[in-house]
């Protein structure tokens, strides 16, 4: 992992999305981004504008799967 790589932490709801950055360096501190439409349009976006030059890693929160 060096300075490019940044961990993406999502808390998907029905009509929105809350994102967290952390850029993978010792030391990197992690960051709320803010919060994101629940459409794909809006989630592309943030995407790009986040993304440019760098390798993402995703995660996800998940509630209770009945």
């Known amino acids: ?33 803010g919060h994101i439409g629940g459409d794909f349009a809006s989630f592309d976006r943030a995407l790009r504008q986040f993304g440019r030059g760098r390798w993402l890693i995703f995660t996800c929160e998940a509630g209770h799967i009945a």
């Open 1 to 33: 992992m060096n300075k490019h790589t940044v961990y993406v932490g999502l808390d998907v709801h029905k009509e929105s999305i809350e994102s967290a950055l952390a850029v993978a360096t010792a030391g990197g501190e992690v960051r709320h981004y």
